[in-house]
């Protein structure tokens, strides 16, 4: 733009210019408007650019609380696991089952056995002093 702005400031002062330069000078609004019209553009582009980046932001935050919603789901679900096995190594709960007493089904004492060493190996024990 510069260039062909010193080619209009020459051909004003009546220097003459080759046919080259002649056309550019001929084209300099063309020119003008096409700068402006790819700042537009560029700007344009920026905003999407902005857009399109606030967006991916988004969806990774939704993503990591969905992720992190589903962990605690799991969680959840192991410690209510945890719960109920940990329930079959109390004696009280052991006579209910082998008795079918207090809403327990009636449970075999080797399957009630079964029970309660999968809640032995799967419960950790608690330290009540912590």
Do not use: M, W
Request: glycine letters at 4%; aromatic letters at 8%.
């Amino acid at each position: 733009q510069l260039k062909l702005e010193d080619y209009k400031d020459r051909l004003k002062k009546g220097e003459a210019l080759n046919q080259d330069q002649l056309e550019a000078v001929e084209k300099y609004d063309e020119v003008v408007h096409n700068l402006e019209f790819a700042k537009e553009l560029q700007k344009t582009f920026s905003g999407l650019s902005q857009d399109l980046l606030k967006a991916q932001k988004k969806a990774q935050r939704r993503e990591s609380l969905l992720k992190l919603e589903a962990e605690k789901k799991k969680l959840r679900t192991i410690l209510q696991v945890q719960y109920v096995l940990q329930n079959f190594t109390q004696e009280h709960v052991q006579k209910d089952f082998k008795g079918g007493v207090n809403g327990a089904i009636y449970l075999p004492s080797k399957e009630l056995n079964y029970l309660i060493r999968f809640a032995k190996l799967t419960c950790p024990e608690r330290n009540e002093n912590l």
